[in-house]
């Protein structure tokens, strides 16, 4: 069972998993993402997709994530454009994710420079909860999925240590999500796929309902996929509207009468 952060002691440490799920970027130059996880020490290290490293952490911690977009699948510095950066204050995530957070969503501040330092802790605290939020209300925001796992695994390698080592298959199973953090993730899947479905719904139009404008107003326009009522041409035939559905190419006579 996974070690709970919120019984983390202002003097203790503890070794949290720490995973890249993924990122999203609509606006997306380059194909492959890495993330570079920093405690506020001299050590950080470089993961990539679906990759989990071991990083030690106390109550009093800011973990730094800065993604980077990169034209090869090999993270290069010298190529490598910074997307932006998520911080994350331990205390927050114990008082209030003690069970740690599973594949859940934030917005990556694309404005702030990474190399700035963390400031005010409550503005911190503000912002992560505002990333959180506003991964589900602004779906063309870059931004970065992650899980942050509280554990009792014991880095082996050299001691325990910032940033120590890479994690295998082995130790990500047995420090999976508790029933808590798996339902928050799930309610926060299912409104991201809400919200990305309704920007489809608007940029579409489509049949099942209006779209309304920001003014309150329905938008006028004929349902997508919809067929629309033939229309008498002056020639007293049917005249043709929007998209053909399933009739004969142009030019070529039917014998299809039109509904």
């Known amino acids: 069972r996974p070690a709970a952060m919120g ?22 130059q380059d194909q492959f993402y890495f993330c570079n996880v920093s405690s506020g020490g001299a050590s950080t290290k470089v993961i990539g997709r679906s990759q989990t490293l071991s990083v030690e952490v106390g109550i ?105 080592i890479f994690v295998g298959e082995d130790v990500k199973t047995q420090a999976g999500p508790d029933l808590k953090a798996l339902i928050a993730s799930h309610k926060q899947q299912a409104a991201y796929i809400d919200a990305l479905h309704e920007e489809l719904r608007r940029l579409n139009m489509p049949s099942y309902r209006p779209v309304v404008n920001p003014g309150g107003a329905p938008m006028q326009g004929a349902p997508m996929g919809a067929p629309q009522p033939p229309m008498m041409a002056s020639g007293g035939g049917y005249a043709q509207t929007g998209p053909s559905m399933a009739g004969p190419p142009r030019g070529v006579a039917s014998n299809i009468a039109p509904m």
């Open 60 to 164: 009093t911690t800011i973990l730094s994530m800065t993604v980077y977009e990169c034209p090869e699948p090999v993270f290069t510095p010298e190529t490598a454009r910074c997307l932006g950066v998520l911080r994350v204050p331990i205390e927050r995530l114990a008082e209030r994710y003690s069970s740690g957070i599973f594949q859940q969503w934030f917005n990556l501040d694309t404005r702030t420079d990474p190399r700035m330092p963390a400031g005010d802790p409550q503005q911190l605290v503000s912002k992560f909860e505002q990333a959180y939020t506003d991964a589900v209300a602004d779906v063309y925001q870059p931004k970065i999925c992650l899980s942050v796992i509280g554990t009792a695994f014991e880095v082996q390698r050299g001691g325990r240590q910032t940033c120590a």
């Open 7 to 28: 019984n983390t002691l202002a003097t203790d440490t503890i070794p949290v998993l720490v995973t890249m799920v993924d990122v999203h970027n609509p606006k997306s």
